[in-house]
């Protein structure tokens, strides 16, 4: 791609990702696997992705799982799955310090080992005669039950994710990342294994690698270490597509749900058509960034600070792909209506260009230190080219730093225009309920 940070080339299926630097003493793996979100798959696929981060055909119990890492020196071992867009996405990563700082008597080096190791993950599960592995099958079952139990204890959690299925009602990303609680009775080892080939078949593959190597090696290495899972076939590849941005509701729908809480939870869902593959998006960046993003921002110094209606206050892109934003505030009860007309009140600001010079400037140097952030984390390094990847981006973290840095008042009163409130969900005290009341 051209701009872009990494060298990229194919190895049969599987997009390959370097940026060659000497400046980590670590060597940093990613491999990402997308697929499409649907309610039927949500939920195999997060089992499989918890699974993966604990055994693998080679290495079929935990403890010879993590005595392999050990024999890494100890190299840094994650799955994680997530949602973007239209997309459930697996990250398998990996951290092995670069062979130029260990002194390794064997043949093989520590990067060789640790491909094959990742590799290993996805393309060789545990498996036994009867399919995935019963015990591990119903660890992870019970491990995601629980994660999926939890949101409702965190009542800040537990609100926004109410809010987000209100503004989806209809759409995927109404669906958790780690799957959906009724669903996991369904799957045993045996089904799952079935599913499993499907999703190898359907998902699409990128390779990430941050370190002192080059694209020369990794491909060579490869080559020696793959298992032929990625080879090219007349199939066409599968790629990603970028969904359309929400549109608002013509009604606000508002949403108030009782529990047992000691502090109100007020979630103000929002849509824009600027979404992070628009033009305009660092121009929104720095919108967010005024309005809520930041201490110094327009929510936390009114509504919070000013007024003392809140105890927190901010606004949060949900997912930029889809133009989805929130504004996230924790209020007594009693004060919902005053809050709320503050907020409006704060979005009316923007759209009117009412942003003091201060204000700006504030956010444009935390925005702009966050970018140059980036290239002090291998891991931030690879969560942007995969953005890059993701949405077919081709802009240098340094050539968002200048559009940035330009950004005017105009400019974001006229991003502005394009937000609108699609959803008022608040969750307040009256006691344990699973009803919520549409007003």
């Given at each position: 791609?051209?701009?872009s940070l990494f060298q990229v080339a194919m190895f049969g299926k599987l997009r390959v990702h370097v940026l060659a630097t000497e400046q980590f003493k670590?060597?940093?793996?990613?491999?990402?696997?997308?697929?499409?979100?649907?309610?039927?798959?949500v939920t195999p696929v997060s089992l499989i992705a918890h699974i993966m981060r604990r055994v693998n055909a080679r290495y079929p119990r935990p403890e010879?799982?993590?005595?392999?890492?050990?024999?890494?020196?100890?190299?840094?071992?994650?799955?994680?799955?997530?949602?973007?867009?239209?997309?459930?996405?697996?990250?398998?990563?990996?951290?092995?310090?670069?062979?130029?700082?260990?002194?390794?008597?064997?043949?093989?080096?520590?990067?060789?080992?640790?491909?094959?190791?990742?590799?290993?993950?996805?393309?060789?599960?545990?498996?036994?005669?009867?399919?995935?592995?019963?015990?591990?099958?119903?660890?992870?079952?019970?491990?995601?039950?629980?994660?999926?139990?939890?949101?409702?204890?965190?009542?800040?959690?537990?609100?926004?994710?109410?809010?987000?299925?209100?503004?989806?009602?209809?759409?995927?990303?109404?669906?958790?990342?780690?799957?959906?609680?009724?669903?996991?009775?369904?799957?045993?080892?045996?089904?799952?294994?079935?599913?499993?080939?499907?999703?190898?078949?359907?998902?699409?593959?990128?390779?990430?690698?941050?370190?002192?190597?080059?694209?020369?090696?990794?491909?060579?290495?490869?080559?020696?270490?793959?298992?032929?899972?990625?080879?090219?076939?007349?199939?066409?590849?599968?790629?990603?597509?970028?969904?359309?941005?929400?549109?608002?509701?013509?009604?606000?729908?508002?949403?108030?749900?009782?529990?047992?809480?000691?502090?109100?939870?007020?979630?103000?869902?929002?849509?824009?058509?600027?979404?992070?593959?628009?033009?305009?998006?660092?121009?929104?960046?720095?919108?967010?960034?005024?309005?809520?993003?930041?201490?110094?921002?327009?929510?936390?110094?009114?509504?919070?600070?000013?007024?003392?209606?809140?105890?927190?206050?901010?606004?949060?892109?949900?997912?930029?792909?889809?133009?989805?934003?929130?504004?996230?505030?924790?209020?007594?009860?009693?004060?919902?209506?005053?809050?709320?007309?503050?907020?409006?009140?704060?979005?009316?600001?923007?759209?009117?260009?009412?942003?003091?010079?201060?204000?700006?400037?504030?956010?444009?140097?935390?925005?702009?230190?966050?970018?140059?952030?980036?290239?002090?984390?291998?891991?931030?390094?690879?969560?942007?080219?995969?953005?890059?990847?993701?949405?077919?981006?081709?802009?240098?973290?340094?050539?968002?730093?200048?559009?940035?840095?330009?950004?005017?008042?105009?400019?974001?009163?006229?991003?502005?225009?394009?937000?609108?409130?699609?959803?008022?969900?608040?969750?307040?005290?009256?006691?344990?309920?699973?009803?919520?009341?549409?007003?």
């Amino acid at each position: 791609m051209e701009n872009s940070l990494f060298q990229v080339a194919m190895f049969g299926k599987l997009r390959v990702h370097v940026l060659a630097t000497e400046q980590f003493k670590t060597t940093t793996l990613s491999l990402y696997a997308g697929v499409p979100l649907r309610e039927q798959t949500v939920t195999p696929v997060s089992l499989i992705a918890h699974i993966m981060r604990r055994v693998n055909a080679r290495y079929p119990r935990p403890e010879l799982f993590k005595q392999k890492l050990e024999e890494l020196y100890g190299a840094i071992f994650a799955v994680d799955v997530d949602k973007r867009g239209t997309y459930q996405v697996v990250d398998v990563t990996m951290d092995v310090i670069a062979d130029e700082y260990v002194a390794n008597d064997s043949e093989k080096s520590l990067l060789s080992e640790a491909l094959r190791f990742l590799m290993d993950c996805i393309a060789y599960p545990a498996v036994d005669k009867h399919g995935f592995i019963a015990q591990y099958v119903t660890e992870e079952k019970r491990t995601i039950e629980q994660k999926l139990l939890a949101v409702k204890n965190d009542k800040a959690q537990y609100a926004a994710k109410r809010c987000i299925e209100t503004i989806c009602e209809s759409h995927p990303y109404r669906f958790s990342a780690q799957g959906i609680l009724e669903q996991l009775e369904h799957w045993d080892g045996a089904n799952l294994a079935d599913f499993y080939h499907r999703w190898l078949e359907e998902a699409i593959f990128d390779l990430f690698v941050v370190g002192n190597t080059d694209m020369e090696q990794v491909l060579h290495l490869l080559a020696n270490v793959e298992s032929g899972m990625f080879k090219a076939t007349e199939k066409k590849m599968n790629d990603y597509k970028i969904a359309t941005p929400f549109s608002s509701s013509k009604q606000e729908k508002n949403v108030e749900e009782r529990m047992d809480v000691g502090q109100g939870k007020l979630n103000v869902g929002l849509t824009t058509s600027i979404s992070s593959v628009h033009a305009d998006y660092p121009i929104f960046q720095v919108y967010n960034g005024v309005l809520g993003g930041f201490a110094h921002s327009k929510l936390f110094t009114t509504v919070r600070e000013k007024h003392s209606l809140a105890y927190y206050a901010s606004s949060r892109p949900v997912d930029g792909v889809l133009g989805m934003y929130m504004i996230q505030a924790g209020i007594d009860v009693s004060k919902k209506d005053q809050a709320l007309k503050i907020i409006r009140e704060q979005l009316e600001e923007m759209r009117a260009g009412n942003i003091s010079e201060l204000e700006l400037q504030q956010t444009k140097a935390l925005l702009i230190n966050s970018y140059r952030a980036l290239a002090d984390s291998p891991y931030e390094l690879v969560s942007y080219g995969f953005r890059q990847r993701f949405t077919g981006s081709n802009k240098l973290p340094v050539q968002w730093l200048d559009i940035i840095k330009h950004v005017t008042v105009a400019d974001i009163r006229r991003v502005a225009q394009t937000v609108a409130i699609d959803t008022i969900y608040f969750l307040r005290d009256g006691g344990e309920s699973n009803d919520s009341q549409t007003v």
